[in-house]
Structures are given as C-alpha cells and as structure tokens.
C-alpha cells in the first residue's frame, strides 16, 4: 500500500492500511483509481482511537484525501453533487457544529451530521457555479455577475469547501440560490465521523441508516454523552474492527500541556497530586501558568472554562461588572456564544445566509455594537473568511440564583446568544483556544463529589476535555479571583473589514 505524502508513525500507517483493506472489498481502491458501485460490498463501521496529540485528525485527513483523489466524491452540508448509479461519495461529519469549524480551520471540509439529513435545492442557473465550484462543470457566464465576482467565489471555495461561503463572497444571499429544502431520502455511501466520543445511541443509530460504511475516529478519555452512563459508541464497534493510535506525535516537541493531559490516565494519581504537577511545570515551562486570578482580559476572547453552570454565570457577571457593563445593553467587545437560530420551518433559507457566514451554534462571536434596526446586533463572527456581519438578534444574560435570563437586545426571531466569557467544560468539547483558562476550584469540587464515570474520577475526564482545550497555553486559576482588566473592552483589532451586507430582519426576510 503506498502512503499519502504525510509522515506516518507506525499505527497510524498500520491504521491506515487496515481502513485502506476494508475499503478495497467495500469497492473503493486508495491506491489507485478502481472505484465499484455503491452496493458491491456490505459495508462496516471501523473505529480509530486514541487520546489527544495521537494523530486521528492527520489520519482522518490523510483517508479522505487518498479518497477523492481515488474518484471518490465529496458530500456536503450545502451542496450534492447530481447522483450517478456508479458515484462512490463522502460525508466528513463532526456531532456539533464547534467540532466541525475545527476541522474546517485544519483544512478539511466537514459539516455537521444535522446538516447532511437536509439537502438545499438550488436554483439551475447559480447549480451552475456550485457544479463548475465542484469541477464538475466549465466556468459558468451568469448574467449580473463578473468575472472579479466569481473569481472571488472560487478563491472562497478553495480555502473553505463551502457553496454558500463561496457564494456569499461573489455578492448572493442565500435566498438568490438556495429555492427550498428537502429532507434526505436515500442512503449515502461513507461516512468519517469525527469526535465520535461525543456521539449518543440515537445519533449513532441515525448513521448506520444513512451510511453503510462508517469511519469513527475519537477519544474515549473524554466525557461521555449525557444519559450514555459513561458509555461510548465505540463500545458497540467489535474489537477487531477498533484501532487504537497509542504513539502521542506532540508530545514530541516536549509539549508540557498533553503531558499533563496523558498523566491523568494513572489510576494513582489523586487531585492533589496532579496540582503539584501543575505547579512543578508552570515552574519549568511558560507555557503553564499557576494562575493566583483569573485574567480577565483573556476573557474577551477565550472563555473560562468550567465545571459547574453556576460558577459559569457568576463569572460572566463579573466579567461585566468589572468592565462597568450596563444592565441594559452590551459593551461593544463583549463576548457571545451563538446558541442557535430561532426561525420556523418555512424561513430555512434566511437560516443559511447566517449559518453560511458562520453563525452556527457553538460559534464564538464578538458583540460591535447595536444594528441600524431595533434588536439588530453587528458581530464579528471569530475564525470565519468574512466575519463582520449584521443580524437580528436575541441575547440572553443568566443572573445569578434568577431562573429568567435578562435580554438587552431582542428580536422577535434571529440568532440566539449566550454571553461567552465562561462556558462549561461539557460545551467546550470539539474546541480550541490558543490560551485557556481552566477553573480549578470546580474541578477540585468534582473531585470531592468522588463521582465515576466509565471506571474512572469524573474529576480527571473534566480535567483532560479542559486541558486538550488549550493550544499553545494552559492556566490552572487556582483562586476565586478576577483580575482588573488592562484596559477598556474595544474591537479595533476587529475592524479591518467593513460589515458585511448581510441583514436579517425580525420577520425573517432580509433587508
């Protein structure tokens, strides 16, 4: 079996080639172009595992890449290419749409597996740039739209994957091309599921329907879905068809952060033990910090990660106390959680001008400051290709011991939001910070409630999720504290693009 061009350990290439074997006799040949149609074999669900730094993403990557470039063909979220008996097609899934941008920031084009049980239909004359986008069809001439347009288009698509995305930078709104949707009837082929360790009995379930051959790739050290008792779906894989990626590829540039992560897995080890390891490094390592307070001016960018929902409200409300936040309405630079679109059925396609600009659920946005309209809000949509955009919105601020969040701004149907300087440990699961601030005293109170999960201290999977969150720097906050803030909350390192055109109104039409 010939590798792709990316180095290789020896189980991820032993890996490798027993997906590449089980796909051959499912009619799908890695290594060349023998492609047989769908229904040739009966398909199976294989699992890769393997804990965080172990090199699941470069593999799940690395399968779909040798894919395409066999003739297999790319399914997405946004667009499907027209059906052929004799296609062999891909879905790259991820549970929740946080896991999935991740993925998307690594370059490979997932969606999310709500997504794909819903197919848009466009209208013939724009299915032509989504065909010629695909390389299924010659650069189109569209009436009203130049050349300058479309090559923005294809430049959008190249480091995005994405036909709406693609679209949006070519000057269209979602309702110009996308004339309606339909819920999926038929069967796909493959499916790679990423952060499966997430994933429930029913969605599992769902999958199977839907793909005759599912790749599951995971980390089973992390927190199992509510109401699973621990369990995961890799548990219902037989063990042959499980491989386990043990060699940890980050830790070989002496990473002080995964190192702590992986030491969580000795069954010795108490809290208070793992705290003087945490200490030791910070001592050794900048890239550890033992934290006296948490810093609040990282909030504004990277949440706080906690353990319990009353620990994450208070400190939001600290966070805007000590910026002398109004109650009333939000400063320009404070932070938001997209917790979904509210619109009924018939408005689906104003849902994807917004989901197509990034605002998903899960999505990290930076409040600019009141719409031109009431309950309008402008965002910065953080990590998206053109993240300035302005949408009817409902923001919802949770109180302290009240069971009805405060709503400065709110439309009667838009983008919901949750304030985003603290999230629990559970919702950041799938996501990444470069710095991230973990709060320990929570973590501690886990560790005293003396809970299992799955054989092992709920304390120490709460402990892992949070510190995998980190990229370049972990800080164990180890006081009830806030900092002062270093200056004012502002969004000048945000403005370098102008807001985008890009209105929904609180009726659902656009303006």
């Given at each position: ?419 985003g300087a603290a999230v629990t440990i559970h919702k950041a699961q799938g996501s990444q910070w470069r710095d991230v601030q973990v709060f320990a005293p929570d973590l501690y109170a ?66």
């Amino acid at each position: 079996m010939s590798l792709p061009s990316v180095t290789f350990s020896h189980d991820q290439a032993d890996a490798f080639d027993r997906i590449a074997e089980a796909l051959r006799a499912d009619g799908v040949d890695l290594d060349g172009d023998a492609l047989r149609p769908p229904g040739a074999g009966k398909g199976q669900v294989l699992a890769v595992t393997g804990k965080a730094g172990s090199g699941k993403t470069l593999l799940l990557s690395a399968i779909s890449k040798a894919a395409q470039e066999a003739g297999v063909a790319l399914i997405s979220g946004d667009y499907e290419p027209k059906k052929t008996k004799d296609r062999r097609t891909l879905a790259i899934l991820a549970p929740t749409n946080k896991a999935a941008s991740v993925l998307r920031l690594r370059g490979v084009p997932a969606t999310t597996i709500h997504r794909i049980l819903y197919t848009p239909v466009y209208d013939p004359e724009y299915e032509r740039i989504a065909e010629w986008l695909a390389g299924e069809g010659d650069r189109p001439v569209i009436e009203g739209l130049t050349d300058v347009a479309l090559d923005r288009a294809h430049a959008s698509y190249q480091v995005n994957t994405s036909v709406p995305a693609a679209l949006a930078a070519a000057g269209l709104r979602g309702s110009d091309f996308i004339t309606g949707w339909k819920r999926r009837d038929d069967p796909l082929d493959m499916g790679l599921i990423d952060e499966a360790s997430m994933l429930d009995d029913k969605q599992y379930d769902d999958l199977r329907e839907i793909f005759p051959t599912l790749l599951l790739f995971g980390d089973p050290a992390q927190l199992a879905p509510v109401g699973q008792s621990g369990r995961m779906v890799f548990d219902r894989v037989g063990a042959p068809n499980v491989m386990h990626l043990d060699r940890v590829h980050r830790q070989d540039a002496d990473n002080p952060i995964l190192d702590l992560a992986h030491a969580l897995a000795d069954p010795q080890l108490s809290f208070e033990d793992f705290e003087r390891m945490i200490e030791d490094k910070a001592a050794q390592d900048e890239r550890v910090v033992w934290g006296q307070r948490v810093e609040v001016d990282l909030m504004a960018r990277s949440p706080v990660l906690v353990w319990r929902n009353a620990t994450r409200i208070r400190l939001i409300n600290a966070f805007r106390k000590v910026h002398g936040a109004p109650e009333d309405a939000l400063l320009p630079g404070e932070p938001l959680i997209c917790d979904g679109i509210e619109l009924p059925l018939k408005h689906r396609k104003k849902r994807l001008d917004l989901e197509a600009r990034g605002l998903i659920k899960g999505a990290q946005v930076v409040y600019l400051g009141p719409g031109s309209k009431a309950g309008f809000s402008k965002l910065h949509v953080m990590g998206a290709e053109s993240p300035q955009v302005s949408a009817a919105s409902i923001v919802k601020i949770e109180k302290p011991d009240e069971e009805e969040p405060f709503i400065p701004y709110a439309a009667r149907m838009g983008a919901t939001f949750l304030h985003g300087a603290a999230v629990t440990i559970h919702k950041a699961q799938g996501s990444q910070w470069r710095d991230v601030q973990v709060f320990a005293p929570d973590l501690y109170a886990a560790a005293r409630v003396g809970r299992i999960e799955a054989g092992q201290p709920l304390w120490k999977r709460l402990a892992y999720v949070a510190i995998t969150r980190a990229e370049t720097r972990l800080i164990w906050v180890v006081r009830n504290r806030l900092a002062k803030p270093s200056a004012p909350l502002g969004v000048e390192d945000l403005l370098a693009a102008p807001v985008a055109p890009l209105e929904l109104t609180a009726e659902g039409g656009e303006a």
